[in-house]
C-alpha cells in the first residue's frame, strides 16, 4: 500500500509538544493527586493501619550495607544501556539505524516521566522525542514501543514462573497458585493478541468507517510492530530481554543482602520471582511507577508468601524503590536540564536502505 503524501504524517501532528509537555502535566491537579495519593494512602496502611515501627524501619536502612547498596544501584543503572541496546535493535528491525547511546538517553528521559507522571505517558514521550530529533516515522516508532513492551511482558511471565517453581519447589502456597495463574494467563492472552493483530488488524479497521489516515498510521504501527522482530534478530533480542531483566532481579537480592535481615531468606530465585512481580505492577497506570501499587503487592508477596515480618518487608519495598524510582527522578531531572534531545531538531540515526538499492545517478 501506498501512503498519500503527509498521509502518515497527519496523526502524527496531533502528538505536540504541548500536548506532553513535562512541566505541564506536572501542574496538572490530576498529576499532582496521582503523585500525593498513593503516599497518603501507603502512610494510613502501614502506620495506622498496620502499625508499623518506624524507628525499627529506620534503624534496619541505618544498619545497610553501603557497598552493596552501591551495587545494587549500579546494577539497576547497568539495565538502561541494555534496554537502549534492545530498542537499537528493533528500530534496525523496523528500517531504521540508531545509535545506542542516543537510543539508552531517550529511554532514560522517558522513564523520568514515567516516574512523574500515570499513564504510561513515558512510553509516548519516547516515540514524541525520537521523532523530533529524527526522519523515523512516529506510528513505526509507536509499534517499536509497544512489541518491547511484549516482550517485557513475555519475560517477566517466563521468568517469574520459572523462578516461582525453583523457588517454591517443595510446595505452592495458595496465593502464588492464582500468581502463577495469572502469569499463564498473560502469555496466552499476549500470544493471541499478537496473532490478531497479525492476521485480523488491518481487515477489522478496512471494514470500519475510519479515514485513511488512520489506516496508514496502523500501517506504519504494524510495520514497527512486526518488522523489528525478525528470525535473526529474535535470538539476540530474547538474550538481551533476559538480561534486562536479570538486572532488576539483582537489584532486589543485593538490596535484600545489604539490609542483612537475619529472618529474611529469599535467594536469587526468590528475588527473580519478588522483583518480576513488582515490575508487572508497575503496569498498572494508575499512578506513577506504579506508586504505592507496587510496594503493597512486594510487601504481600514477601510477608504471605516468604514469611518475612511486615516491618522488614517494608524496609525491603522502600529502600528498593529508593534506587528504581527515587535515584531517577533525581538523576533524570538533572539528564532533562541537560539533554538537547527534548528540544528537537538534532537529526538521530538514518534509515537503512534495502538491500541491492542503487543510488542516484551521477
Not at 496502611?45 to 550495607?65: D, K, T
Amino acid at each position: 500500500m501506498t501512503a498519500q503524501p503527509g498521509g502518515d504524517l497527519a496523526p502524527e501532528r496531533e502528538v505536540s509538544a504541548e500536548q506532553i509537555s513535562l512541566g505541564r502535566r506536572l501542574r496538572q491537579p490530576r498529576t499532582i493527586l496521582s503523585l500525593v495519593l498513593p503516599i497518603v494512602i501507603l502512610v494510613l496502611i502501614f502506620r495506622v493501619a498496620l502499625n508499623i515501627e518506624v524507628g525499627e524501619l529506620v534503624a534496619g536502612i541505618s544498619r545497610a550495607n553501603p557497598l552493596l547498596l552501591l551495587a545494587a544501584f549500579g546494577v539497576f543503572y547497568l539495565g538502561f544501556p541494555l534496554r537502549g541496546l534492545r530498542w537499537m535493535l528493533l528500530l534496525r528491525g523496523s528500517g531504521y539505524r540508531l545509535g545506542v547511546r542516543d537510543a539508552t538517553e531517550i529511554i532514560f528521559l522517558s522513564w523520568l516521566v514515567n516516574c512523574l507522571v500515570p499513564a504510561k505517558l513515558g512510553d509516548i514521550y519516547r516515540a514524541y522525542l525520537l521523532k523530533i530529533n529524527s526522519t523515523v516515522s512516529l506510528s513505526r516508532t509507536f509499534g517499536t514501543v509497544f512489541i518491547e513492551r511484549v516482550l517485557d511482558l513475555f519475560a517477566i511471565a517466563t521468568l517469574g514462573l520459572a523462578a516461582g517453581f525453583w523457588s517454591f519447589r517443595t510446595g505452592l502456597p495458595a496465593a502464588i497458585q492464582v500468581v502463577f495463574g495469572i502469569g499463564v494467563g498473560v502469555v496466552v492472552a499476549l500470544a493471541a493478541g499478537l496473532l490478531t493483530l497479525r492476521n485480523l488488524g488491518r481487515r477489522i479497521l478496512v471494514r470500519l468507517p475510519l479515514p485513511g489516515r488512520v489506516l496508514e498510521f496502523y500501517d506504519r504501527f504494524e510495520e514497527g510492530v512486526f518488522g523489528a522482530v525478525g528470525l535473526r534478530a529474535l535470538p539476540r533480542l530474547v538474550v538481551v530481554t533476559g538480561l534486562v531483566w536479570t538486572t532488576e532481579a539483582m537489584r532486589l537480592y543485593l538490596v535484600v543482602e545489604a539490609l542483612d535481615l537475619s529472618d529474611v531468606s529469599l535467594g536469587i530465585s526468590g528475588a527473580f520471582f519478588v522483583a518480576l512481580i513488582g515490575s508487572l505492577l508497575t503496569a498498572v497506570p494508575l499512578s506513577p511507577a506504579g506508586l504505592g501499587i507496587v510496594e503493597a503487592g512486594v510487601v504481600g508477596v514477601l510477608t504471605l508468601a516468604y514469611g518475612v515480618s511486615l516491618t522488614e518487608a517494608t524496609t525491603i519495598a522502600l529502600v528498593d524503590r529508593v534506587i528504581s524510582v527515587l535515584s531517577v527522578i533525581a538523576l533524570g531531572s538533572i539528564a532533562y536540564a541537560v539533554s538537547s534531545k527534548r528540544r528537537g531538531g538534532a537529526i538521530l540515526g538514518s534509515p537503512i536502505e534495502p538491500a541491492g538499492s542503487v543510488g542516484p545517478a551521477g
